[in-house]
């Protein structure tokens, strides 16, 4: 792809979450890395993530169990940890998980090892190696990095735009190199208290620091990391290539050191070199919610003792449901000099409802009366990894059905028939909000059957929302109101004959749009939501008289 986009590698099923996220304490998370370096250049890895009580555990928690229960959820997770050292360390580590531990809170730790994460340096020493972190030659390979950064945190801010109250994110994260055994640290003075800040605005921050330990062959870096729901004003200045060069440098720096091995001279470590699955950065996913029920009710109306209506809607809804979601950053290079800005952001909503409905209604008197009943929800839920955060996708269909009447004296109507619809809503920003849509509509006629010479009519609806949305809170949404609606009327036919019309007819009324949330809230204009009606049909299924 031309554009360079979020990854998002798999999209898998896992298990029912019914609610949204309810704040309770401060969102806390801590990460320790432990990297063992041996003297050929080898490494052995060993991360650790710890999450308090709260709702981002929760979130953790039911990710970590989907990671038990679906290996593909597990490669994904691990494939993308993987990748964020490789975009960071220059290798990308082979992973397991070593334990889990699965409560209120969580502690969860992965093993690896890089095939190579020290090498000679370049000086021409012999015995000297080193370890290049965040050093990047080519533009490329910065961009990767930005992004996957950038991408980590809209997700991070969309995550606590669904938590109750204003609250924040903070991060520590804490990296230890191990040099060793006999290794002296050669640039020791260098690294010792280097430290960098970025300030995305907003409350939001990343910080580092370095501790050298030359006596026991040890380097830290400390990061914390607080992110908030706020704007991001400093990235969304038009001009953030300070911010974005701060990003570029931030944790930039090379460990030098002696292995008193002197037999071995190669090439430096080498730059960091995305996997082919992150180098696909299109942000999309696609899924299916099967609906395929017979929604069936007896509405009964009393106006007297004598006296009984009844309206029998029996309406069968079935749908599949698809959606993408896409975004893109602009890059603006001036030699080292860069800028960055978010060029569009893309959502789609694919679907295929298909309503079939059969309406009886039996009276004998004067009547006109409404129903409503409540269906309720049907919901998937989906989850993977991205940065240092699972993603939760909510898929739900929100049901309700209504039936209404209209007679005067004895009637008996029987109808049946259906409507589907193909269709595909498609929102874009970039600049301002455009939107299209496609629209396949079939019919089919089942039956009709009714007595003469009375008017009536009947009608059923099963309007319904169905939306894909990040942690509830942004993403895709639909409002259709599938609906069938059967009349007769006396009239004169062209023969001049009295007879009765009858007429069948249904069709959709489809509203759609997008809403956003967090960072990405701030980078389309603080633009919570955009809705437009897309189409309006109804299509006569049976028409003539009796």
Not at 369 to 377: F, Q, R
Request: proline fraction near 3%; hydrophobic fraction near 40%; charged fraction near 25%.
């Amino acid at each position: 792809m031309s554009n360079l986009r979020i990854l998002i590698i798999a999209v898998i099923l896992f298990s029912l979450l019914g609610t949204g996220f309810i704040s309770g304490e401060s969102l806390k998370r801590n990460i320790k890395l432990h990297i063992e370096v041996n003297s050929q250049g080898m490494a052995k890895m060993n991360r650790k993530l710890e999450v308090e009580e709260s709702d981002l555990a929760n979130l953790y928690c039911e990710h970590a169990k989907v990671v038990k229960k679906d290996k593909k959820v597990k490669k994904q997770f691990l494939d993308e940890v993987a990748k964020g050292h490789g975009l960071i360390f220059g290798k990308k580590p082979k992973l397991k998980i070593k334990n889990q531990k699965i409560s209120s809170s969580l502690s969860r730790e992965v093993e690896g090892d890089f095939d190579l994460l020290a090498c000679s340096s370049q000086k021409g020493q012999k015995g000297v190696k080193e370890i290049r972190i965040r050093k990047f030659k080519n533009k490329k390979s910065v961009v990767h990095y930005l992004e996957y950064v950038l991408n980590s945190r809209l997700f991070e801010s969309a995550f606590l735009r669904s938590v109750k109250g204003e609250q924040t994110l903070v991060s520590r994260e804490e990296t230890v190199w191990q040099l060793p055994a006999g290794a002296k640290i050669i640039n020791g003075e260098e690294l010792e208290g280097q430290n960098w800040r970025v300030d995305f605005g907003g409350e939001s921050s990343m910080q580092a620091n370095l501790e050298v330990d030359e006596e026991n062959r040890m380097i830290t870096l400390v990061e914390q990391i607080v992110v908030s729901e706020n704007a991001p004003e400093h990235l969304l200045a038009k001009d953030n290539a300070f911010l974005i060069g701060n990003l570029r440098e931030y944790g930039s720096f090379v460990i030098q050191y002696e292995t008193g091995d002197s037999s071995s001279q190669g090439e430096p470590v080498p730059e960091p070199a995305p996997s082919v699955e992150a180098l696909d950065l299109a942000s999309s996913w696609s899924w299916g919610l099967n609906v395929d029920k017979t929604f069936f009710y007896v509405f009964t109306y009393h106006p007297s003792q004598q006296v009984t209506v009844k309206v029998t809607p029996s309406i069968k809804l079935s749908f599949d449901l698809g959606a993408t979601i896409k975004w893109a950053w602009r890059w603006y290079w001036s030699g080292w000099r860069l800028r960055c800005t978010l060029d569009y952001f893309e959502t789609t909503l694919r679907l295929k409802p298909a309503v079939g409905a059969n309406i009886s209604i039996s009276g004998n008197a004067a009547v006109d009366a409404v129903w409503d009943e409540t269906v309720g929800k049907k919901s998937r839920s989906f989850t993977f990894w991205v940065g240092c955060l699972p993603v939760l996708i909510v898929l739900e269909a929100d049901l309700s059905l209504n039936a209404s009447c209209n007679l005067e004296g004895t009637i008996e109507i029987v109808t049946g028939g259906g409507v589907t619809l193909d269709t595909g809503i498609t929102c874009r920003y970039k600049n301002g909000w455009d939107a299209n849509s496609h629209f396949y509509l079939t019919r089919h006629f089942d039956k009709f059957e009714a007595s003469a010479g009375i008017e009536a009519k009947a009608r059923a609806e099963v309007p319904f929302t169905v939306s894909a949305y990040i942690y509830y809170v942004a993403g895709p949404f639909a409002q259709l109101n599938p609906y069938i609606e059967a009349s007769s009327k006396a009239e004169v036919t062209t023969t001049g004959q009295t007879g009765t019309h009858y007429n069948l007819h249904g069709g959709f009324e489809v509203n759609g749009g997008a809403k956003v949330a967090g960072w990405l809230e701030g980078l389309l204009g603080n633009l919570g939501q955009y809705t437009r009606t897309f189409y309006t049909k109804d299509v006569t299924i049976y028409e003539g008289y009796l």
